[in-house]
């Protein structure tokens, strides 16, 4: 089974998996994105005005295979 990473790009910097998982499809690649995005933004969008949060996935070789971002801003007008 395919090993794939996961690195987080957020308001504090990146964040580089170097443990990684084993996943099967793109459709679990894509689960735990989704996943890993939700979990964060549940934390930083509530006490903030913007937050940008990207996930990048490299394969074994390094290689980006797919990725996932959030964007949010909040405010009057």
Do not use: W
Request: aromatic share 8%.
């Amino acid at each position: 089974m395919p090993r794939y990473y996961f690195d987080v790009i957020n308001g504090h910097g990146l964040e580089r998996d170097d443990d990684g998982q084993d996943l099967s499809s793109e459709n679990e690649i894509r689960r735990e994105v989704t996943r890993i995005l939700t979990d964060i933004a549940k934390d930083e969008i509530s006490y903030a005005d913007a937050a940008n949060i990207r996930v990048n996935v490299r394969d074994r070789n390094g290689l980006q295979v797919h990725y996932g971002e959030i964007s949010f801003r909040s405010g009057s007008d």
